[in-house]
């Protein structure tokens, strides 16, 4: 029999192709932040997606290993001792798929809440930022628990074409577990700071973009709800390839685009140069009388903590560094429960 459509094949290492890019576009962006410190000073979440590459990787190839099987195999002529040798292939190529999936998926939410504790984008919302990570943790640990030790026992069932268990082979069960904590989890990550960023003062039209770049993971939703109709709808034909290979593959692009703006950027200004010389000057003095108005604050508050007794000097304010927009930003929010104004710099330095 022949192998799988020729388009299914190109969509899938297509899809792989993008993923890869945008990681690329990521590390490219950071190296433009932090040069000689690129690898001296790089974040967690760096590290973690360094390692999500390989997982990903592993989930593309035996996914595409799995559904060739399945297209070359003529199931209707096969032997016993051929069933066998398949049933066991196709097990352990799926199980492994799962896996490597799953741990993408919730891979990309965890470098999603590093970034946002290192951005501090959470504030004095510190204990938010704990509850949701747990809940994230908790809810990875329960999807796969319960495909290695869930519904489908015993274990072996996998392992065969014809299963004892119908569970093991339409995951019906375990499929309403993972997509019920897929979207609770994206949901989360989605609202937080969607809701932390509108409260922001700031630009317009700064605020929408930052709001946008946070937003992305609606796409991996819409893809997580679209293999599982896949999936329900038809729960014994694996036509669900594509879409799994969509899903994984956006939750890569989601993960990094938000950290691409600065290779973006520089691309943008390579290809479309600035004409108006005075635009560019106008736009660094606006730049500079930022940084010095910045300056002279801070010396300003310096001088004066410094003249008061230790008895009355009041804990910093913080300082908030949002840097996926590669850009220079005042913003002003509230400081906790007192609403005290404090103020918040997005800048490039500190990605």
């Known amino acids: 029999m022949a192998g799988l459509p020729v388009t299914a094949k190109a969509e899938c290492w297509v ?36 390692v999500l590459v390989f997982i990903y990787t592993t989930a593309i190839a035996t996914l595409y290993m799995y559904f060739e099987i399945v297209a070359e195999t003529d199931f209707e002529t096969i032997t016993p001792e051929q069933s066998a040798a398949i049933g066991y292939e196709l097990g352990v190529l799926n199980i492994l798929a799962e896996t490597a999936i799953e741990t993408t998926l919730w891979g990309n939410k965890c470098c999603l809440l590093i970034l946002y504790n290192r951005l501090t984008l959470f504030g004095h919302y510190r204990k938010t930022w704990f509850a949701v990570a ?9 999807v796969i628990v319960a495909l290695y030790g869930g519904w489908c026992r015993p274990f072996s069932d996998y392992m065969e074409l014809v299963p004892g268990n119908l569970e093991c082979l339409t995951w019906t069960n375990y499929n309403i577990l993972q997509i019920t904590m897929n979207l609770s989890t994206d949901l989360i990550l989605l609202l937080i700071p969607v809701t932390l960023i509108s409260k922001l003062k700031m630009r317009i039209g700064k605020k929408i973009l930052l709001i946008c770049l946070f937003s992305m993971g609606v796409f991996v939703m819409l893809c997580a709800i679209l293999t599982k109709v896949m999936v329900f709808t038809h729960s014994v034909d694996p036509v ?8 994984g593959s956006t ?4 993960g990094n685009l938000v950290l691409g703006l600065p290779i973006l950027r520089t ?7 600035r004409t108006d010389g005075s635009s560019g000057a106008k736009s660094s003095k606006a730049s500079s009388g930022i940084t010095g108005d910045s300056y002279a604050s801070r010396k300003a508050m310096g001088d004066t903590a410094a003249l008061e007794p230790l008895s009355s ?10 840097n996926s927009v590669y ?3 005042e913003l ?13 710099s997005v800048g490039q330095e500190s990605v």
């Open 332 to 344: 002003h929010g509230k400081d906790g429960t007192q609403g005290m104004t404090r103020r918040l």
């Open 251 to 254: 939750a890569m692009l989601v």
């Open 313 to 322: 000097r009041s804990a910093p304010t913080g300082r908030v560094a949002i």
């Open 327 to 329: 850009t220079d930003i």
């Open 240 to 247: 669900w390839f594509l879409w799994s290979v969509r899903e």
């Open 15 to 50: 899809w792989y192709g993008l993923a890869i890019c945008s990681v690329i576009m990521r590390f490219m962006s950071q190296y433009i932040i932090r040069k000689r410190k690129f690898l001296r000073d790089i974040p967690a979440d760096d590290i973690v997606m360094l």
């Open 267 to 273: 691309c943008w200004r390579f290809f479309v140069p």
């Open 134 to 142: 747990a809940f994230t943790g908790l809810a990875y640990l329960m």
